[in-house]
């Protein structure tokens, strides 16, 4: 019996651009290897899959659980069986005889309906092509008009779209990338403005409130915002949590609040390798309190909660059996009852800066600290030894509602409970003594 979209098992694992190694699927054969996800050769499920009533009938299911479906969309390339290939050549990046000699690994000879074409190959500025994909030509006004139409017809079959790679299609990026090879060659003027704003904005005509969120790197989130992505990735709080230190991060999360609100964070997706494998378990715990305890969006991925540690290529569709790990589960079960909170969705955050426990210990400097106020005034404040040694600080949380009174702090983590004076939460502050990578989340409350 063919498998459905509605029974697709909900844990499949895949991940781009990392082959599994055939130990982890020894029985591993022809059929498993599914091809890449992103070289779309149509945005249509397929008909052994359910088709489209099935994905409408996924997308009710979810309504009536108050979750909203999102899907990829890939604006940077197509498969290279495309259909216009044969109907619409003038769409893609189109090369020389000399193109290909120079650089074959970034272009493709086809016969297309209008004759043999020598096509690029999608690419970032960085890498060579992807081999199973032809580059959209984004100075191309037809091509413009094209994915707008194609973005509002998705975007009447879900609530959102996660936009992959979305950097690549902005002007300057695409003209770093491809040149005067990007000049139109049907003679058509060539467009430099940004596609972006004016894509989404028919979207939202069509759809109010539909939801784009961009892949984004190189600095480039903050143009995307300014675009109208409601999210970008925040691989800048990612790359600090691996190798940069406590105040590496703490200078990120300085950034404008607005900024901070519509960044996604994430310890894992389908590029990055498991949380799991990448950190050890105690940095693991700490980098998670901090990534999905900030203001953002919080992306996990597949996979996360359990422990999964294999990453599987996106051209798999299948991948090895692996148990859960009970102390991940447990450790993400306290986390995200930490994540219901109202304060922690409507509240307001702020970092606070940590100082010297007592003169000559520098530990102060692997700290973070930072709150959560609701408007009920309901209070959290999470502070996190982000560090290899034992650490200790003193912290004032400028929180409301504490001279005066007895504080009873109660470490939603571990269940801990600790009573101090109000006035001197207030005034001396808070001292902080915790084990290396060591972490709380403090309920503050007057006893």
């Excluded at 494998?277 to 969006?297: E, K, N, R």
Aim: one cysteine or more.
């Amino acid at each position: 019996m063919p498998r459905r979209v509605e029974g697709v098992e909900p844990r499949l694992a895949r991940g781009r651009g990392v082959d599994l190694p055939r130990h982890d699927l020894p029985d591993l054969t022809e059929q498993d290897i599914t091809g890449s996800p992103f070289a779309i050769q149509a945005y249509q499920v397929r008909p052994d899959l359910g088709g489209e009533a099935a994905l409408e009938r996924v997308r009710e299911r979810l309504a009536q659980l108050g979750l909203k479906l999102m899907l990829d969309f890939v604006p940077n390339h197509m498969s290279l069986d495309h259909p216009w290939v044969q109907e619409h050549p003038e769409f893609f990046i189109e090369g020389s005889e000399q193109d290909i000699a120079n650089a074959p690994q970034n272009f493709i000879s086809l016969e297309t309906g209008r004759g043999p074409r020598i096509l690029a190959h999608g690419r970032d500025p960085y890498f060579p092509g992807w081999s199973d994909t032809l580059q959209l030509n984004y100075r191309h006004a037809g091509l413009r008009a094209a994915m707008t139409d194609l973005l509002r017809a998705i975007a009447r079959r879900c609530d959102g779209v996660r936009c992959d790679m979305a950097m690549l299609v902005l002007p300057e990026i695409f003209q770093r990338t491809w040149g005067d090879t990007s000049l139109p060659r049907d003679k058509s003027t060539p467009v430099d403005t940004p596609f972006w704003p004016e894509a989404l904005a028919r979207v939202r005509q069509d759809v109010p409130g539909f939801l784009f969120m961009a892949e984004a790197y190189w600095d480039r989130e903050y143009d995307l915002q300014q675009q109208g992505f409601d999210f970008t990735y925040d691989k800048q709080l990612y790359d600090r949590l691996r190798g940069g230190g406590a105040r590496a991060v703490r200078d990120h999360l300085k950034a404008d609040p607005e900024y901070q609100r519509r960044s996604a964070r994430f310890l894992e997706n389908h590029d990055e390798p498991r949380a799991a494998a990448t950190f050890s378990w105690p940095v693991h715990q700490a980098a998670a309190v901090i990534s999905f305890l900030v203001p953002g969006l919080r992306f996990f991925h597949e996979g996360q909660f359990e422990g999964r540690k294999a990453h599987v290529s996106m051209h798999l569709g299948r991948r090895p059996a692996e148990p859960s790990d009970p102390a991940v589960q447990s450790f993400y079960r306290r986390l995200l009852l930490c994540l219901r909170r109202p304060e922690v969705h409507a509240g307001e955050w702020r970092q606070w800066d940590p100082r010297a426990a007592w003169d000559g210990n520098g530990t102060w400097d692997q700290f973070l600290v930072f709150s959560w106020v609701g408007q009920d005034d309901a209070k959290l404040l999470a502070a996190v030894n982000y560090g290899p040694a034992r650490g200790q600080c003193y912290v004032t949380p400028g929180l409301p509602g504490l001279k005066g009174k007895r504080i009873v702090l109660k470490d939603l983590m571990s269940n801990a409970r600790f009573e101090r004076s109000g006035d001197e939460l207030a005034g001396k502050g808070l001292y902080l003594d915790l084990e290396p990578w060591g972490y709380a989340v403090f309920e503050v409350a007057a006893s």
